[in-house]
């Protein structure tokens, strides 16, 4: 069976779970559960042949990371994916700030596609995939 990958664009921003995993401490499982889902339209779940909870592989030109795929709830968005922001996010958006000051967490060109082999990092696995420490 070949592996099928799906073109979208991918959105980070805010949620409320981030938000009360964040307060209640980065180190927390409260913390890791909230950001280390991505947000899919279910008629792309389906397409990639996929249920909520399964693993996904999100690639942009700045990196890749694997995610838990929860359906979407609040309506339809097909081609587009949502993950909160967290140090998982942040490992596939650009660094660049174009002068502003600020990177842009909108808009980014990805692909996703089911990755059943493969585990969500921790964050210490994640800082040290990406930093080397």
Known sequence: MMKQKL???????????????????????????????????????????????????????????????IKYPRGAMPGMIYIPYGPWANSVVSNETTSIGMPSFKGTPAEVEPAPDKSVLTLKELVKNQFGK
Request: overall charge positive; hydrophobic content about 35%; aromatic content about 4%.
């Open 7 to 69: 073109k979208v664009t991918l959105l980070t921003g805010r949620t409320i779970e981030q938000g009360v995993g964040k307060e209640a401490g980065k180190a927390t499982e409260k913390y890791f559960d909230s950001t280390t889902m991505c947000y899919l339209d279910s008629g792309d779940m389906k397409k990639l042949g996929i249920k909520s909870n399964s693993t996904i592989l999100v690639t942009t030109p700045n990196g890749a990371v694997v995610l838990r795929a």
